[in-house]
């Protein structure tokens, strides 16, 4: 299953590999040069296919636990100020994806979403400190009774290019559901209460859907 995100570009892609292995099968001379091209535009289709794959997944929706919102590597686990929405301290929890991970992005909990921005910005590489203020990206604010706000920020990285976000102000969401994608490379940062109790680590990797990150 793949995401419908990358539908055009898995046609590009597939077209052109099509295109390029026709053309030196015919045109190539020799015979290695014709099998690397081929191999090569092989490799290229496999690579995109497995970047925009989106496995199915059963979240366990509990209003009590926040989950992870994609796959990756925790790379931050602190208490900092946020400064766009909240304006006050919160814990935050922030997931690096490689661009072998699956960058779809979930929603962390269940509840309304207040507030959805999209910031344009630079294209630091995503685990820079600096990255969540001043990268491209998008804030959500998700209020959950039992949480009461939750901020998520989806992150551009050096790769990531673009970032889509389905989440429109007063839209009811389900906690494990489609939220967004990020395309190449990129960051999640989850912004928490004070009194959240954080079951991650840093270095530790976690599944989007599935994982829980607080509770």
């Known amino acids: 299953m793949f995401h419908k995100e990358g539908f055009k570009i898995i046609f590009i892609t597939f077209f052109f590999a099509v295109v390029v292995s026709l053309l030196a099968e015919y045109y190539a001379s020799i015979d290695w040069v014709r099998i690397v091209i081929q191999l090569a535009a092989i490799i290229l289709l496999i690579l995109i296919l497995q970047f925009f794959r989106n496995p199915k997944r059963q979240t366990e929706v509990n209003d009590a636990n926040i989950i992870a919102p994609v796959d990756g590597k925790v790379v931050v686990v602190e208490e900092v100020m946020e400064n766009e929405y909240f304006k006050d301290k919160r814990i935050q929890v922030s997931i690096f994806m490689s661009p072998v991970n699956v960058h779809v992005t979930r929603y ?88 959240a109790d954080i079951k991650v680590k840093v270095g530790q990797k976690v599944k989007g859907g599935i994982d829980v990150i607080a509770s």
């Open 108 to 195: 962390a909990l269940s509840g309304i979403v207040k507030f959805s921005k999209y910031h344009p910005g630079k294209y630091l590489v995503a685990w820079h400190p600096k990255a969540s203020e001043e990268n491209e990206r998008t804030t959500i604010v998700v209020e959950n009774p039992s949480y009461g706000e939750v901020l998520y920020r989806q992150i551009a990285g050096a790769l990531a290019k673009r970032i889509v976000n389905y989440a429109k102000v007063g839209d009811q969401v389900t906690q494990g559901e489609d939220a967004g994608f990020i395309k190449f490379g990129s960051r999640v940062d989850l912004f928490l209460p004070l009194t």
